[in-house]
Structure formats: C-alpha cells, structure tokens
C-alpha cells in the first residue's frame, strides 16, 4: 500500500487540512487512476469553501483538472470520443456523473438536471474509498462512467485549466440563449466565466462585446480577448451610471444580449435594465445560492425580454471547448489565465487569494515544492 496527499474540506469557512490516504492503485472495471498533474481553483470552490452550496464533508475540492493515467480499469479503452486509452495518456474530464436513466437524462434530455448526480470535487465525499475523488490531490480516481478526454499533444495544460469549467459553461449558456451575427453584448463580469463568455460570444458572431468588471487586470485580460469596450467597477461605481454607459455605446437602447457571469443578486436587476427592448438575459453565474434580491417582474414584460437559466454543461460542451481552445489559442489565449501556481501545501493561501480576486485564475500543481 501507498499512501498520497490531498488538501481535503473537512470544515466550511475553515482552512483545509493536508491528508494522506491510500492510494488505490487497481482500479475497478470501467474506472481509472490519475496522477494529478494541475488542477484549477474555480469561484464555486470559493462558494463552497464558504459554505454557499448544500453538500456532505468531506470534500477533497477541484473539479478542474488533468493528469497523467496512472492505471486503467478492466474494459476501460477509449475516451469519451471513442479515441483509445492508454497509461501514460494526459487525460481531462467533466466533473458531473450522471445515471442516464432518470427523468431528466432520458425523457427530457436535460443531463444537467440529473436526480442522481454527482460532481467530482463538489458532492463526492472522501470519506471513504476511494478517496480521490477532487483534484486537490496528488491522484484523481475516476469512477465507472466518467466521460474522459484525452487531450492532443498541441493543446497546453495551462490552456485547459485556464479555461477550466468556464468555458464548457459559457458555451452550454450561449447555445441556450443565441447570438446572432453583430449582435451586441454585454458581459456583466471579468472573472474566467465572464472571459470565457467574451470568447465564446465574440466567436458566435458579436459584433460588439462591452466588458463590465474589475480588477483592471482582469479588464487588460478581457481586452486580450478582444473585448470592444470595457466599463470598469471601481470607476463606474453605481448600477445607474453602468447602464447609462451602457445606452450610451448601443445608441440609447441597450445591449441584444446580456451575459450575467458575475454570481451577485444585484447584478441580474442591473443587466436586466442594460437589454434593449425585445432583447435576451442570460442568468450563468449563479452556480450557488447567493441569496435574493428584490426585483421587479414588470421589467421582463415592458422589454419583453427572453430570460434565460443555464446550469454547468454536458460533456459534448467538453468535447467543443477542447478543439476550441486548441484551434484558437492565439486568439483567446487561456493559457494566460493561470496567473499563479500554488502546491497543496499553499492551498488555503490560494483560495483565499483567488476569493479576493487578486488572481486571474489559480491553479494547484501538486508535484510543486512550497
């Protein structure tokens, strides 16, 4: 027996505690071993950290990741897409497992709203074997029915884990909502969800994307992107004068489409007023439950608006994100996005540093010496 460490949520709003379990090293048919090779820090590992989503502890958190296979399971051969699998391969894969055979996965098609699923990293307790089930470890362990990705030799794991779950989301978001060429949008946050849905809508066609956020390093990134006007918060300080600015550049009368990736009550009952008439709003950052706010209905039928919910993705969004960020790395650079690496050792300092947004995206690399 080897044993292998983890930075495991024992406690909400407390600092994750370092473990070490054993590692199992044969796994069952259909399952894999993983050695982790990077794994992102995401804004609902934040939330969860804080206690903002109902799930059982402990949780060894990441639900963004990829590793190197380390083993394979009797009868586990080929990825996802059908490509073969081998030890050795570096390998993604989405976090929700579904059972494919509930209400919503078979009668209503809608995989995401699985009465019976679980995500790696977010309700997958290591309470008991096999442990590894989040990517703040030195191994990942990959239940039967896992959809796997192995990822080509010319797309950077840096990209990946830029991207992170954002990417899958946005474009599982966007495909809901629709964007017609030179359409323009509004993205109402510049964290990677907020980056991530600038990319995506610049490649459905926007003609116009105008990026409200902040720090201004995450502004300079949204400009990488290609953002065509950015409305920075800490200049721009109240929901008046942001819509304002808003009318302003959409001659008076308001965006297409309105993008929420900011996961704030109060950033709906703005972005709802930033739509032109007839135009369409796009619930996306509200993973967990940050509370109510008070809001008027009227507003959806004086604009007849379209309004939208999106929740996580399905792992065809997986396959799409892949080859999109392998075929537009020099467009939108999500390798960039990893601004810091941190080992699992310093896990608690880069939770905390991404919860300030001091960062534009974390990343825990557990072969890293602190």
């Given at each position: 027996m080897i044993t292998a460490k983890a930075s495991v949520l024992e406690q909400f709003k407390a600092p994750l505690a370092l473990r070490n379990f054993s590692v199992p090293l044969q796994p069952e048919p259909g399952a894999a071993l993983v050695r982790t090779e990077m794994a992102g820090i995401c804004g609902t590992d934040v939330h969860l950290w804080k206690g903002e989503l109902p799930i059982t502890l402990?949780?060894?958190?990441?639900?963004?990741?990829v590793g190197i296979i380390h083993a394979l399971g009797a009868?586990?051969?080929?990825?996802?897409?059908?490509?073969?699998?081998?030890?050795?391969?570096?390998?993604?894969?989405?976090?929700?497992?579904?059972c494919g055979t509930c209400y919503y996965c078979a009668e209503k098609k809608i995989p995401t709203r699985c009465v019976n699923r679980r995500a790696y990293g977010i309700s997958q307790s290591c309470a008991s074997e096999p442990y590894f089930l989040g990517g703040y470890a030195e191994f990942h362990y990959l239940k039967p029915r896992s959809n796997i990705f192995k990822l080509p030799d010319d797309l950077p794991t840096e990209s990946v884990i830029g991207a992170g779950c954002a990417l899958n989301t946005a474009i599982?978001?966007?495909?809901?909502?629709?964007?017609?060429?030179?359409?323009?949008?509004?993205?109402?946050?510049?964290?990677?969800?907020g980056i991530?849905?600038?990319?995506?809508?610049?490649?459905?066609?926007?003609?116009?994307?105008?990026?409200?956020?902040?720090?201004?390093?995450r502004l300079e990134m949204a400009k990488r992107f290609g953002a065509d006007h950015v409305i920075d918060l800490e200049q721009v300080k109240t929901p008046a004068e942001r819509i304002a600015a808003v009318r302003e550049l959409t001659g008076g009368y308001g965006a297409d489409v309105v993008l929420e990736c900011v996961g704030l009550p109060a950033a709906v009952v703005e972005g709802m007023e930033m739509c032109?008439?007839?135009?369409?709003?796009?619930?996306?950052?509200?993973?967990?439950?940050?509370?109510?706010?008070?809001?008027?209905?009227?507003?959806?039928?004086r604009k007849q608006l379209s309004v939208f919910g999106s929740w996580s993705s399905e792992p065809r969004h997986m396959k799409t994100a892949l080859e999109f960020l392998r075929t537009t790395r020099k467009e939108f650079p999500f390798a960039e996005m990893v601004s810091h690496r941190f080992s699992l050792e310093q896990t608690n300092e880069a939770l905390g540093m991404t919860a300030s947004g001091q960062v534009t995206k974390s990343a825990i690399v557990p072969s890293l010496k602190s």
């Open positions: 402990p949780v060894i958190l990441g639900h963004e990741t009868g586990l051969e080929k990825d996802w897409s059908g490509q073969p699998l081998y030890v050795g391969d570096r390998v993604t894969w989405t976090p929700g497992l579904t599982h978001g966007v495909e809901r909502t629709g964007i017609s060429r030179n359409d323009t949008v509004v993205v109402q946050g510049a964290g990677p969800v991530a849905a600038l990319a995506v809508a610049k490649s459905a066609g926007a003609g116009r994307v105008i990026m409200i956020g902040a720090p201004k390093h032109r008439d007839g135009g369409k709003y796009l619930v996306l950052g509200h993973y967990c439950d940050a509370g109510t706010v008070a809001w008027n209905p009227h507003v959806v039928t």
